[in-house]
């Protein structure tokens, strides 16, 4: 078996808060040759039985996730055939990927998801792809925060909520860490914007999804933009740092 065909087997999974730069790092990874990634699927997203109802009028209804699975080159028809023939969110998501794989006409490849609201359904992913892995992606909750109040690609208006998606998802990592162990990976989105070349080379080691550390240099990096300054009221930011500093310290983040 090839290394390529063996790597399907094993897929990386980026999760963590929504707006902590999880884009970004799906399109450096997407660089690297005969590697697929999906647009956001979120099937392990819902909390209800997969092939319930509740799990499927979000996934056959969502103008968004119809969108995506468009630009993966997959029809509404398509999709739904699919979704009959897998009893399980695994079978589903494989069945998405060799889909796009055929369209693209691959025989091997490599593929990862990027959904990070997948954190959710970590345990689930683990049952069904018992050798994946995990790119836990943090992004200084202050400006994560900023980014949901400002509301560009998602809004949530209240300032607590907002927090909590911060916290949910670093907490679930940090449970769930003991049973991931070596198949977990936590990074900052801010490594990659300051030091892309040598971020990349660790991601890339960890993910088996490439070797082509010459596609990256020093033009993928930019300065983080500290929106918060400007987003933000000074009683908002008190809620972030009081909510969010001590989990936040683990990473490095000194919220002031």
Same mark, same amino acid.
């Given at each position: 078996m090839s290394s390529l065909q063996s790597q399907k087997d094993r897929p990386l999974f980026i999760v963590g808060c929504v707006r902590s730069g999880t884009t970004l790092i799906r399109d450096l990874l997407r660089r690297q040759p005969n590697t697929i990634c999906p647009e956001e699927t979120h099937y392990f997203r819902y909390g209800e039985p997969f092939r319930t109802n509740g799990n499927t009028k979000p996934l056959m209804n969502s103008k968004t996730l119809q969108k995506h699975r468009e630009i993966d080159g997959i029809?509404?028809?398509?999709?739904?055939?699919?979704?009959?023939?897998?009893?399980?969110?695994?079978?589903?998501?494989?069945?998405? *990927?060799?889909?796009?794989?055929?369209?693209?006409?691959l025989q091997s490849y490599r593929w990862f998801d990027k959904t990070p609201q997948n954190v959710y359904g970590i345990p689930l992913i683990r049952a069904e792809f018992p050798q994946a892995r995990f790119l836990?992606? *943090?992004?200084?909750?202050?400006?994560?925060?900023?980014?949901?109040?400002?509301?560009?690609?998602?809004?949530?208006?209240?300032?607590?909520?907002?927090?909590?998606?911060?916290?949910?998802?670093?907490?679930?990592?940090?449970?769930?860490?003991?049973?991931?162990?070596?198949?977990?990976?936590?990074?900052?989105?801010?490594?990659?914007?300051?030091?892309? *070349?040598?971020?990349m080379q660790r991601l890339l080691a960890f993910s088996e999804l490439g070797d082509r550390l010459d596609l990256y240099g020093d033009d993928d990096a930019h300065e983080e933009r500290n929106q918060y300054l400007e987003i933000l009221s000074t009683k908002e930011q008190d809620v972030v740092r009081d909510r969010c500093a001590g989990l936040a310290a683990r990473f490095g983040y000194d919220l002031g």
């Open positions: 029809m509404q028809e398509e999709f739904a055939d699919l979704h009959a023939r897998s009893t399980t969110r695994g079978e589903l998501l494989s069945g998405h *990927v060799e889909m796009m794989a055929r369209k693209r006409d836990h992606l *943090v992004r200084n909750p202050l400006n994560v925060v900023a980014s949901l109040k400002l509301g560009k690609v998602m809004k949530v208006a209240d300032i607590h909520g907002a927090c909590n998606y911060w916290i949910e998802a670093v907490t679930i990592i940090q449970q769930l860490a003991p049973l991931l162990q070596d198949h977990l990976l936590e990074m900052r989105y801010e490594d990659f914007t300051d030091s892309p *070349v040598p971020s």
